[in-house]
């Protein structure tokens, strides 16, 4: 039997070493990156603010509610891996802030018709330095097992108008485009969309800028930033090998909400 001489046994264990050393430095590097290999920058704190079945699921009652085995909803779960999620109901807790710190992002995803308590509270936050991604869409598409009228449906359209009034946006809807999904660019990712709106800027408005033939617009309100989408199509669930496309977009909306100026 041979016998390996201190020399060699200590470059091994050196090499061996080494390469461990290599093995957590890229683990390292590659935690708090997002799927595509880009980095997450929004961690901490993530409201949402939204009418769509996101953070429950449509059931007929509350017993196939609490019986259902159907996974979170992929928007769900796509923000608690990199942030803690706060689902909230008012912007506007007995007249008062947003329930929300300052450093948080808030996703408004179509949403009922906010008081003027909420629109008050919701333009103080994002002028005091919020951050906002907002999903408001003139005519929802997606499915609801709740039927017209009925309270829990979400909102099939949405009204916004004195909120984006004020920050120099109106929206529009082409009621003679055609109706089924198809994609268009936006940060430069695919972002699919079925009958979307699109925003103009008012006249005079100094403070946004729009996108992707309107389908979105970019805002700097105060010290705070608003992304806003005119369609809420990407949000659906959807089969499990159409979520990676969305989720990418998804997750871009928000690295660029974060992203230091």
Do not use: Y
């Not at 935690?31 to 929004?42: E, I, N, T």
């Not at 999620?85 to 710190?101: E, R, Y």
């Not at 333009?123 to 869409?137: E, K, N, P, S």
């Amino acid at each position: 039997m041979s016998v390996l001489a201190p020399g060699p046994v200590r470059r091994i264990v050196l090499a061996l070493s080494l390469i461990v050393l290599l093995g957590v430095i890229a683990a390292m590097a590659l935690a708090g990156r997002g799927d595509q290999g880009r980095p997450v920058v929004w961690r901490g704190e993530v409201g949402l603010f939204t009418s769509l079945p996101i953070l429950w699921r449509e059931a007929p009652d509350l017993t196939d509610l609490l019986e259902s085995e159907a996974p979170p909803h992929w928007v769900q779960q796509a923000i608690a891996e990199h942030a803690t999620l706060q689902g909230i109901d008012t912007l506007s807790p007995g007249g008062g802030d947003l329930p929300l710190s300052a450093d948080a992002i808030l996703i408004v995803a179509q949403p009922r018709p906010l008081s003027p308590d909420e629109n008050v509270a919701l333009d103080d936050w994002v002028r005091g330095g919020g951050r906002l991604l907002l999903f408001a869409d003139p005519m929802l598409t997606s499915h609801s097992a709740f039927a017209l009228g009925d309270s829990r449906r979400p909102q099939d359209v949405v009204l916004l108008s004195p909120i984006l009034s004020r920050w120099g946006l109106q929206l529009r809807f082409d009621e003679d485009q055609p109706a089924g999904e198809r994609e268009v660019e936006l940060l430069g990712q695919a972002m699919p969309v079925n009958l979307p709106g699109s925003f103009a800027l008012l006249a005079g408005a100094k403070d946004c800028s729009v996108e992707g033939n309107g389908i979105a617009a970019r805002c700097r309100i105060g010290a705070g930033r608003v992304i806003a989408v005119a369609d809420a199509a990407m949000l659906e669930e959807v089969p499990a090998g159409e979520v990676a496309a969305r989720r990418t977009m998804l997750e871009r909306l928000l690295e660029k909400l974060a992203e230091a100026d």
